[in-house]
């Protein structure tokens, strides 16, 4: 399924053991209500198999504005203090996206190849 998807957020919490499970609720809390929002395609809790002492919090916003208007939010502020309750200074990276495929680009790439 082809889409659109303008902004994708990605945080990296680093947790002690002791704190994980309170800010893992914390932040589950807070993905419901946060996908409600308007133009908010997705917000998911994660744990890397990688590192578990990470949580990761992924969201993919429709627009820009949706996303900005997101940030300005009392939810946000919210996620902002959670995000201070980490064992160091968490990771946050923000992706902007012009185009998102699926099946049809593997498709695409495998016509290419015969």
């Known amino acids: 399924m082809a889409g659109e998807i303008a902004i994708i957020e990605v945080v990296d919490i680093k947790t002690s053991p002791e704190k994980r499970e309170e800010l893992r609720r914390a932040l589950a809390s807070l993905s419901g209500p946060t996908e409600a929002e308007p133009g908010c ?25 949706d996303f900005y208007r997101h940030i300005r939010s009392d939810a946000y502020k919210k996620f902002l203090v959670l995000m201070e309750l980490g064992c160091e200074p968490p990771t946050v990276e923000f992706y902007t996206v012009s185009e998102s495929r699926g099946l049809s680009l593997v498709e695409a790439a495998r016509q290419l190849a015969e």
């Open 41 to 65: 395609a997705s917000c998911q809790l994660y744990q890397p198999l990688a590192d578990p002492s990470i949580v990761r919090v992924e969201s993919h916003w429709k627009t820009q504005s």
